[in-house]
């Protein structure tokens, strides 16, 4: 798999955070926003700008001031408002194994925030796990990236974290908001949301009417209230697209070197996890669900590139450690000693499968595939 060097995305906390929520240990960029103060609100100033920006380039895409090109093959993008996990990753797996039921080359393209020269990133790794029949390319020119995916045969690009790179003409814009933090920080409405670097949106709401579709994400997480408010909202400034909701269905938990234990087994256990997410809250409520007791939570940057240290402490007095898979792939060789065990989840669509599928359906084919289709047909015509 081809992999080209990015820059990181910027750091979201403090590297060695560690500690039980709330006690001993420097707060994620979040929490910091959250909780307010003086110094955060001078941030309000270059969060009117951030926001006047992005409003002023989506206007010239808008009116084809700015150009998109578009390429060989049909592209679906992947992508949300905010920074921070809505669940990319897991869509795209499920997109992946959609697309190669319907006969398509998927060739799956990200940026590749955090890699190493010539790697691929967590996310690219687990990918490929994953979804092992697919194409990957990571290149922060998504253009020239999908252009390397067709040569390599690409029927189908999914482009991860799209949704604001729109230099690249889509198909299909898929935009994923996290039930428990639809606008970025929690609590807020739609209305009153900031743009970074106050808050987390990258862009405003009023970019949801060129979605083709909108997956409400973690919906089991949120409150029954709170998701009939979010469904309004979203209604609202995306009126015309399709609304799925979707689960983060845990589905096995097991060892680095692929011993499965039962997922009954975290029923009543007290665990220590580490994970470097976007949502590291996410994950922790996932393992609650499960019946686990959390001792220390550790969250570290996403995409952050673990050393040693980072687990110094864990799995005190013999306590199972859990981690990600996207973080799994990072501490293979370093977990020696741990009782490490690493929770799988896939995403499941609850609502709204239908209406996604048939836009799959609805994808055009692409120029090779067309190409053969008039070959076979001029052979057996």
Request: charged residues 25%; contains cysteine.
């Amino acid at each position: 798999m081809a992999a080209h060097v990015s820059d990181p995305r910027p750091v979201l906390a403090d590297s060695r955070s560690r500690g039980n929520a709330g006690a001993g240990r420097a707060p994620r960029i979040e929490e910091r926003l959250e909780r307010g103060g003086w110094a955060v609100e001078l941030l309000r100033a270059p969060a009117w700008l951030f926001g006047c920006a992005a409003a002023l380039r989506g206007a010239l895409y808008d009116r084809g001031l700015l150009s998109a090109a578009r390429v060989a093959a049909p592209v679906v993008s992947i992508g949300n408002l905010t920074a921070g996990g809505s669940g990319k990753t897991p869509m795209a797996v499920w997109l992946a194994r959609q697309l190669e039921a319907r006969g398509r080359r998927v060739g799956l393209l990200s940026r590749g925030y955090g890699a190493a020269p010539g790697e691929l990133n967590d996310e690219g790794r687990l990918l490929a796990e994953l979804a092992p029949q697919a194409l990957a390319v990571q290149d922060r020119d998504r253009v020239r990236g999908a252009l390397a995916l067709i040569a390599r045969g690409a029927d189908v690009i999914v482009l991860d974290d799209g949704f604001q790179h729109r230099r690249l003409a889509r198909d299909l814009d898929l935009v994923l908001v996290d039930a428990t933090r639809p606008w970025g920080l929690a609590g807020r409405r739609a209305h009153d949301a900031p743009f970074l670097p106050r808050g987390l949106l990258r862009e405003g709401p009023d970019a949801l009417r060129r979605a083709s579709a909108v997956v409400i994400t973690r919906v089991d997480q949120a409150a029954s209230a709170a998701l009939v408010e979010l469904r309004a909202e979203l209604e609202r400034y995306a009126p015309h697209a399709p609304l799925a909701c979707a689960v983060h269905r845990p589905t096995r938990l097991r060892t680095l070197a692929g011993e499965l234990r039962d997922l009954a087994t975290l029923r009543g256990a007290l665990v220590d996890c580490v994970s470097a997410l976007g949502s590291p809250q996410a994950f922790e409520r996932t393992l609650e669900s499960l019946g686990a007791r959390l001792g220390e939570r550790r969250r570290l940057p996403d995409h952050h590139r673990y050393v040693a240290a980072d687990l110094a402490g864990l799995g005190a007095a013999g306590r199972t450690v859990v981690t990600s898979a996207k973080d799994a792939t990072k501490l293979r060789e370093l977990a020696l000693g741990l009782d490490l065990v690493v929770l799988d989840v896939e995403l499941e669509l609850v609502e709204g499968a239908a209406p996604l599928e048939a836009l799959l359906d609805a994808l055009p084919a692409s120029q090779a595939e067309r190409e053969r289709a008039a070959l076979h047909e001029g052979l057996h015509g």
